[in-house]
T-cell receptor, first 113, second 112 residues
Framework: DAGVIQSPRHEVTEMGQEVTLRCKPI?????LFWYRQTMMRGLELLIY????????DSGMPEDRFSAKMPNASFSTLKIQPSEPRDSAVYFC???????????FGPGTRLTVL | GNSVTQMEGPVTLSEEAFLTINCTYT??????LFWYVQYPGEGLQLLLK?????DKGSNKGFEATYRKETTSFHLEKGSVQVSDSAVYFC???????????FGAGTQVVVTP
C-alpha cells in the first residue's frame, strides 16, 4: 500500500492567496483526520471525517479554513485568504474503525509570506 | 476532558544509554494509549500501543506499560542508537474510535 498521500509537499504563497492542500487516504480506511503542527502549539486536530461526513470541526481555527471529503479517496483543506500565521506543517491521517490506529501522511509544509 | 502530559525536551543522550520519556494522562473512561515517533521531515508513525491496564506495548526495543494506578505510560529503551533521534509523542483515545489526544512531543537527540 502506498500509505497516505499528501500534495503538495511544500507550498509557499503570499498573504491573501487561496491555498488548497490535498490528501488521499489509505484505501479502505473510513476515517480521515487533518492536523496542523507548529512549534508554538504542537499538533492540533483541525477536523475529522467518518465515511466522508465531517464529525468534528471544532479545531478549525476560523472561517478562513474549510475542509471537504467528496469521496472516500480524496479530501481537501482550503485556506482562503491565507495569512502568515497559517504557516505550519499540515498532516492528513487515515484510519480504519475496526483497528484503532491512525496512519499519517508525510505532511505539507506551508509558508505564507 | 482528556489530556496527555509528557516530559519536555530536548533529551540528549549518548549512544547505548538508557532512555526514559515520562507520560501521564487524565481521561474519562478507559483509554487506549499510544506512542508515536516522528523522524525529521516525516509524518508520525505508530511505535507501540496498549489497550488495557497492565498491558505492555513493545516495538524496535522500545517498551511502555499501561499503569492505571499511576495513570502513566512511560516509554523506555535500554540502549539507544543515533537512529533513534526523533520526536516522540504520547497519545490516548477513549472513543471506540475518534479523537486522539496527543502530548506536546519530546525531542530525543542521540549523539555518537
Amino acid at each position: 500500500d502506498a500509505g497516505v498521500i499528501q500534495s503538495p509537499r511544500h507550498e509557499v504563497t503570499e498573504m491573501g492567496q487561496e491555498v488548497t492542500l490535498r490528501c488521499k487516504p489509505i484505501s479502505g480506511h473510513d476515517y480521515l483526520f487533518w492536523y496542523r503542527q507548529t512549534m508554538m502549539r504542537g499538533l492540533e486536530l483541525l477536523i475529522y471525517f467518518n465515511n466522508n461526513v465531517p464529525i468534528d470541526d471544532s479545531g478549525m481555527p476560523e472561517d478562513r479554513f474549510s475542509a471537504k471529503m467528496p469521496n472516500a479517496s480524496f479530501s481537501t483543506l482550503k485556506i482562503q485568504p491565507s495569512e502568515p500565521r497559517d504557516s505550519a506543517v499540515y498532516f492528513c491521517a487515515s484510519g480504519l474503525s475496526s483497528y484503532n490506529e491512525q496512519f499519517f501522511g508525510p505532511g505539507t509544509r506551508l509558508t505564507v509570506l | 476532558g482528556n489530556s496527555v502530559t509528557q516530559m519536555e525536551g530536548p533529551v540528549t543522550l549518548s549512544e547505548e544509554a538508557f532512555l526514559t520519556i515520562n507520560c501521564t494522562y487524565t481521561a474519562t473512561g478507559y483509554p487506549s494509549l499510544f506512542w508515536y515517533v516522528q523522524y525529521p521531515g516525516e509524518g508520525l508513525q505508530l511505535l507501540l500501543k496498549a489497550t488495557k491496564a497492565d498491558d505492555k506495548g513493545s516495538n524496535k526495543g522500545f517498551e511502555a506499560t499501561y499503569r492505571k494506578e499511576t495513570t502513566s505510560f512511560h516509554l523506555e529503551k535500554g540502549s539507544v542508537q543515533v537512529s533513534d533521534s526523533a520526536v516522540y509523542f504520547c497519545a490516548l483515545t477513549t472513543d471506540s474510535w475518534g479523537k486522539f489526544q496527543f502530548g506536546a512531543g519530546t525531542q530525543v537527540v542521540v549523539t555518537p
